[in-house]
């Protein structure tokens, strides 16, 4: 048997508190700590027997430290973003410079954007792979020729050269990778992932890839993950979600971090008809199109929370971003939720084609009628690849293309006639500050606080980070230059905060 390439598959710190990698819709840093689980770097880890999943910013690994480990290694994955390139190059350079011998591989939404430009950013590049990636860098470890690996890119000669695409994985193939939730018994410490809004400590793994939606912000689907959803077959989660319980007995509930999980009625129901016998909870992402008979069955099956993006209080902004819902539609699902005792968290945006002050205020009026458990409030951003970054170039809305400081922290970038990029992100302040000082709203926290001394923790914790980050982005809001600092404002901010990522 040939022998295989030792790999290391890693999710960079990039920058401190970064959640930006393999697992976060919204690179940044966070000022009040959220971490995803890097679930796309499991699948190829779990396929190269004596490689090692490197998830340095909730392990809290430095830069050097990364340095340092690869030296063990022949051949590292690193999963990049578009906001912590840069430092990813840097920490390659370091890589190069301790082994001219090892090999790197870049992987992720930005190199897939811009190949090209990637490769010719750094020498210390050996390849990019586009689109899906779990079988290319296996199959670079396992010795095939650069050259015969389908969605690779490289430099020859001088010149880029990209390989053919390869066909998305369907049922049969998605079947057959590993599971996710093995790869993190051997890898990572779950304790070490928290989710504000989330239980901790929690599992989160895929039962699907792709999106249909056509949401013109959002990232994954228009890049990474495709508009073409692809599942797992009922037998397969259902196998997995009953191992995990298992494997994992300090677990609160399990994640599905599909881009969303409610497409389909049947399969949702055949689902919770697995998951119910196994009496635990669980939370995911959803769309507002599921009924009452699909919500009261994933209620009796354990469902806790749906994280639901309802963006904006204003239909004509709903069409702008090709949203494909309506308001009404969401005052009817979150009625729904109600009924069966599912908890919502709804994600909301301020900066959308479309936006002013009026509709801001729709917006916050829309979000406090109706009431959900939590609430994330992000600014847009228009990260390449998505069709509200070539649309903000085309109408002139994009007003900068920093997406974040130096230290990874989100700028506001877009800003519209009659609406400053300051006004917005005291909206954001504003925002928070009428839903969340509302008696009904204190209430619920602090009654949820009372009965479990763990949730008093880490929402007194929470309370903290909220009260400064609130102070520093009111300062930043006032000042004449605030833009150009470190603005903080789609991090999470309040109890029961994430990164925005409403299906």
């Known amino acids: 048997m040939p022998s295989v390439m030792k790999t290391l598959l890693l999710n960079p710190p990039s920058f401190e508190k970064f959640d930006g990698g393999a697992g976060s819709r919204w690179p940044a840093t966070r000022e009040i700590e959220s971490y995803w689980y890097p679930v796309w770097l499991a699948y190829p880890a779990g396929m190269l027997p004596g490689s090692r999943l490197l998830d340095g910013p909730p392990h809290h690994i430095k830069p050097a430290e990364v340095v340092t480990i690869s030296k063990d290694y022949e051949y590292v994955v690193l999963f990049t973003s578009t906001v912590g390139f840069n430092a990813d190059l840097r920490m390659a350079r370091g890589m190069k410079e301790q082994n001219p011998d090892i090999k790197i591989c870049f992987v992720g939404p930005h190199v897939q954007i811009k190949p090209a430009e990637s490769l010719l950013a750094s020498q210390d590049i050996d390849f990019v792979v586009r689109g899906e990636f779990d079988h290319a860098v296996v199959e670079y470890a396992q010795g095939k020729p650069l050259s015969e690996i389908l969605n690779?890119?490289?430099?020859?000669?001088?010149?880029?050269?990209?390989?053919?695409?390869?066909?998305?994985?369907?049922?049969?193939?998605?079947?057959?990778?590993?599971?996710?939730?093995?790869?993190?018994?051997?890898?990572l410490m779950i304790e070490n992932y928290s989710v504000p809004f989330l239980l901790h400590p929690f599992v989160s793994f895929y039962t699907a890839r792709g999106c249909p939606a056509l949401c013109t912000f959002c990232l994954w689907p228009q890049t990474l993950s495709g508009h073409a959803w692809r599942v797992r077959s009922v037998e397969s989660v259902a196998r997995e979600f009953k191992q995990a319980h298992k494997m994992f007995p300090q677990a609160k509930e399990f994640f599905f971090d599909d881009?969303?999980?409610?497409?389909?009625?049947?399969?949702?129901?055949?689902?919770?008809?697995?998951?119910?016998?196994?009496?635990?909870?669980?939370?995911?992402?959803?769309?507002?199109?599921?009924?009452?008979?699909?919500?009261?069955?994933?209620?009796?099956?354990?469902?806790?929370?749906?994280?639901?993006?309802?963006?904006?209080?204003?239909?004509?902004?709903?069409?702008?971003?090709?949203?494909?819902?309506?308001?009404?539609?969401?005052?009817?699902?979150?009625?729904?939720?109600?009924?069966?005792?599912?908890?919502?968290?709804?994600?909301?945006?301020?900066?959308?084609?479309?936006?002013?002050?009026?509709?801001?205020?729709?917006?916050?009026?829309?979000?406090?009628?109706?009431?959900?458990?939590?609430?994330q409030v992000s600014m847009a951003h228009a990260y390449p690849g998505t069709e509200l970054y070539d649309q903000g170039h085309r109408e002139g809305f994009l007003a900068g293309e920093a997406i974040t400081d130096e230290g990874g922290h989100q700028l506001p970038h877009l800003q519209y006639p009659g609406l400053s990029k300051e006004y917005m992100v005291e909206s954001v302040n504003r925002f928070y500050d009428s839903y969340y000082f509302r008696p009904r709203v204190a209430w619920r926290i602090v009654r949820d606080a009372l009965w479990d001394g763990h949730e008093r923790k880490r929402l007194y914790h929470e309370a903290v980070d909220f009260m400064k980050l609130r102070a520093d982005r009111r300062r930043v809001a006032k000042r004449d230059k605030g833009v150009d600092k470190r603005a903080m404002i789609t991090v999470p901010p309040g109890p029961g905060m994430g990164e925005s990522q409403g299906a």
């Open 152 to 187: 690779a890119s490289y430099v020859k000669d001088g010149k880029v050269v990209h390989n053919e695409s390869r066909p998305l994985m369907q049922t049969a193939e998605l079947d057959e990778l590993p599971f996710a939730t093995d790869v993190y018994q051997n890898n």
């Open 259 to 375: 881009d969303t999980f409610n497409i389909r009625k049947d399969r949702v129901k055949a689902l919770c008809k697995e998951f119910e016998p196994v009496g635990f909870q669980w939370s995911c992402t959803s769309r507002v199109h599921g009924d009452y008979d699909t919500l009261s069955a994933m209620a009796n099956a354990g469902c806790r929370l749906l994280i639901v993006g309802f963006e904006s209080g204003d239909p004509q902004i709903l069409k702008n971003i090709k949203k494909g819902q309506t308001i009404e539609m969401g005052r009817n699902f979150v009625k729904n939720c109600k009924k069966v005792g599912i908890h919502v968290h709804g994600d909301f945006i301020i900066g959308l084609p479309g936006e002013t002050k009026e509709t801001i205020e729709t917006t916050i009026n829309f979000a406090k009628e109706l009431d959900c458990e939590t609430i």
